[in-house]
């Protein structure tokens, strides 16, 4: 089991900044891969961003390349979201999940391929 407890979500003005955490606790020892996805009001869930188990291979959405940047800190267990420019449409619960592709593929934006899930938590950005 893994646990995810997400962190920094809140509530900010259009063109400012956000940094949320995501901190893994318990059967981490294995080659993952983190992700961060998204879910508005009314929409479905989408991919945001993810990050290689070394950190080499980052991963974004297009809608937020350039805006969004994705980290962690494997001492840690921690994988970070740092937020710029942050716009209306970027209102939404932000949830990391991690996905264990040890021997196998990292399918970064697949959220059926993440096997746990933090709780959430609220972005939202004013005009």
């Known amino acids: 089991q893994v646990q995810l407890v997400e962190s920094g979500g809140g509530l900010v003005q259009g063109g400012g900044s956000l940094r949320l955490s995501c901190a893994a606790s318990?059967?981490?020892?294995?080659?993952?891969?983190m992700g961060w996805f998204r879910q508005a009001l009314g929409k479905e869930r989408e991919f945001v961003a993810a990050?290689?188990?070394?950190?080499?291979?980052?991963y974004y959405a297009d809608s937020v390349k350039g805006r969004f940047t994705i980290s962690r800190d494997n001492t840690k267990n921690t994988v970070y979201l740092q937020m710029d420019s942050l716009k209306p449409e970027d209102t939404a619960v932000y949830y990391c999940?991690?996905?264990?592709?040890?021997?196998?593929?990292?399918?970064?934006?697949?959220?059926?391929?993440?096997?746990?899930w933090g709780q959430g938590t609220q972005v939202t950005v004013s005009s």
């Open positions: 999940a991690f996905q264990d592709y040890s021997g196998t593929s990292y399918y970064p934006d697949r959220a059926y391929e993440y096997n746990y």
């Open positions: 318990g059967r981490t020892f294995s080659t993952y891969g």
């Open positions: 990050i290689s188990w070394s950190g080499g291979m980052r």
